[in-house]
């Protein structure tokens, strides 16, 4: 199991390193405060931490107290709840075509496409422009299931959901906002 999981994240590592390898990391950016950051979402769709906000994962997640992680990186925000409970990384990048991780696209409307991991996760949304939002969901709140790509989240008030359509929901939520 534990070899399984080592792998999935190495390769999800290879992923980020090829897509933040073509990022613009030349501009300074702050999380906009809650009165701007339904506009600035629509406007900046280049600030990750405007893409999905504490509010968002909290509600997603049935987790309180999401907080935002230091990176050293204006194009990835990392949010965590509960110490490492769960934890949400979206990053903005050039989209880099791997086809030898599998997977498939998927049409989101408006311009917008997705990419569905072989393991049937929804973790990238691709615009017409290839930029590309990846998505990350982590923490000890997961566990793996019986099937290749199969975990379970435990989520805050105690619900076990499949991994997978927690990744939809991050993903409809970024498509809503950059439309």
Known sequence: MKGARSRARAS?????????????SGTTRG???????????????TDPCALVTAADIERISAYAGAVRREVSS???????????????????????STPFLGGSDVDLGGGI???????????????????????????TALASGAAKGEYV????????????????AY???????LR
């Open 171 to 177: 993903a409809q939520l970024v498509t809503g906002r």
């Open 12 to 24: 999800v590592v290879s992923v980020m390193v090829a897509l933040l390898g073509g990022c613009n």
């Open 113 to 139: 496409r997705g990419r569905r991991s072989d393991a049937g996760w929804l973790n990238q949304v691709i615009l017409a422009d290839d930029t590309a939002i990846t998505l990350i969901l982590d923490g």
């Open 31 to 45: 999380a906009p405060d809650a009165a701007t950051a339904s506009t600035a979402s629509r406007t900046d769709r």
């Open 153 to 168: 989240l435990t989520l805050g008030d105690g619900r076990a959901v499949d991994l997978r359509d927690q990744y939809e």
């Open 74 to 96: 204006d194009s990835v925000c990392w949010w965590t709840v509960d110490g490492q409970r769960f934890g949400v990384s979206i990053s903005v990048g050039r989209y880099v």
